[in-house]
């Protein structure tokens, strides 16, 4: 059973405009969620978190909006650039010592 | 900087042989986890440990083994390696209480 789901494998987006890659989470006891950018043949890195306690956290182009009710988050870039495309994974975490639970991914292009 | 560095970015065994991937980080991190990434399917736990001699399994430990006798190592052993385990294999670590997980750079492991 899938508890952190990105339900989009891939988002193709023109260089300057927005993208917005979500994700959906069933397990209600999750507490904090963060962002992941992964290049081919490299380890993912992180890029932006939020807090359940919060409903957006934005850094520079990165925005996270969380909607607890839904169990809903996403992630917004704005403006898109070519070196943005990478997959990106959603991950959850419901307490300190428990492994991130990551979505399958969505693989964003962005076209020049 | 936190640093995770995998022993080895490419592989390639032989089916039946015995494979050990080490992950060593350099931030005194006392949490440290192995994943699996396959198209389709996203990060994949396979092991977890919270701290030195302690190891749980994830979601998918089956063919495979850990071990943590100092803190700054964990490695994951493939008893018997089989084609179904040729995957992208990431290491990752973080401090306990905290979310925020740092990942080496991956190995490309192919069983032939």
């Known amino acids: 059973d899938q508890q952190v789901k990105q339900n989009s494998p891939s988002l193709s987006v023109q260089e300057g405009r927005i993208s917005i890659l979500n994700c959906d989470y069933t397990n209600s006891m999750f507490d904090y969620f963060l962002w992941y950018k992964k290049y081919p043949a490299e380890g993912p890195t992180f890029l932006i978190s939020i807090s359940s306690i919060k409903d957006k956290n934005e850094d520079g182009r990165f925005t996270v909006f969380l909607n607890k009710s839904a169990k809903h988050l996403s992630l917004h870039i704005v403006p898109s650039q070519p070196g943005d495309s990478a997959v990106y994974f959603c991950a959850a975490i419901d307490s300190g010592n428990t492994p991130l639970v990551f979505g399958k991914g969505t693989r964003l292009s962005v076209i020049a | 900087d936190v640093k995770v560095t995998q022993s080895s970015r490419y592989l390639v065994k032989r089916t039946g042989e015995k494979v050990f991937l080490e992950c060593v980080q350099d931030?005194?991190?006392?949490?440290m986890f192995w994943y699996r990434q396959d198209p389709g399917l996203g990060l994949r736990l396979i092991y977890f440990s919270y701290d030195v001699k302690m190891k749980e399994k994830g979601d998918i430990p089956e063919g495979y083994s850990v071990s943590r006798e100092k803190k700054e190592r964990f490695s994951l052993i493939l008893e018997s390696a089989s084609t179904n385990q040729t995957s992208m294999y990431l290491c990752?670590?973080?401090?306990?209480?905290?979310?925020?997980?740092?990942f080496g750079q991956g190995t490309r492991l192919t069983v032939v």
């Open positions: 990752a670590s973080r401090h306990g209480g905290t979310a925020e997980a740092f």
């Open positions: 931030m005194d991190h006392e949490n």
